[in-house]
């Protein structure tokens, strides 16, 4: 693999790290911390580096659900999956949120500037069925305020 600008930038980020399996998530991590995500050419970097094979590294980054390959959304909707938001309609809200987005759980729009993710109860309840905007509340939805704020989102 040749050297170039990037690859360099990412071998000093993880300088520090031992060609072994117990420094896999620490390397991760500090390329992510930089990027905002782990880049896949990052992966061939962190293999040569821990003298792993490539198919480890990318498991361990596709399996932990803390890392990014992609960079980050420039909105990013949490959608509740506690059951007092399933109790009210969550699922309804979902449909609404992945038809009007045009991307399933986990995926993001086409031009980047909106992602959907899974999120946990956090214990305001009161509000449900709501989704996280950036980590703002948005609650007591319908199907139709769903739409309306992912149309608000998409602008
Ligand atoms: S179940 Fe959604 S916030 Fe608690």
Redesign the pocket.
């Known amino acids: 693999m040749p050297d170039n600008e990037a690859t360099l930038e990412i071998q000093h980020l993880i300088r520090e790290f031992k060609p072994a399996d117990g420094d896999l998530m620490g390397a991760l991590h500090a390329v992510q911390h930089h990027y905002g995500y782990v880049p896949k050419m990052a992966l061939k970097v962190v293999a040569r580096q821990l003298r792993l094979s490539e198919a480890k590294v990318y498991g361990a980054a596709t399996f932990y659900s803390e890392f990014r390959l992609t960079p980050p959304p420039e909105t990013l909707i949490g959608w509740?999956s506690?059951?007092?938001?399933r109790l009210e309609n969550g699922h309804g809200i979902r449909k609404a949120l992945e038809t009007e987005l045009g991307v399933g759980m986990g995926e993001n729009t086409a031009d980047n500037k909106v992602g959907l993710h899974f999120a946990q109860?956090?214990?305001?309840?009161e509000y449900?069925p709501?989704v996280w905007v950036n980590g703002r509340v948005v609650g007591s939805l319908t199907a139709a305020s769903t739409v309306k704020l992912v149309r608000e989102l998409k602008k």
């Open positions: 509740c506690g059951l007092a938001c109860c956090n214990g305001t309840c449900a709501q």
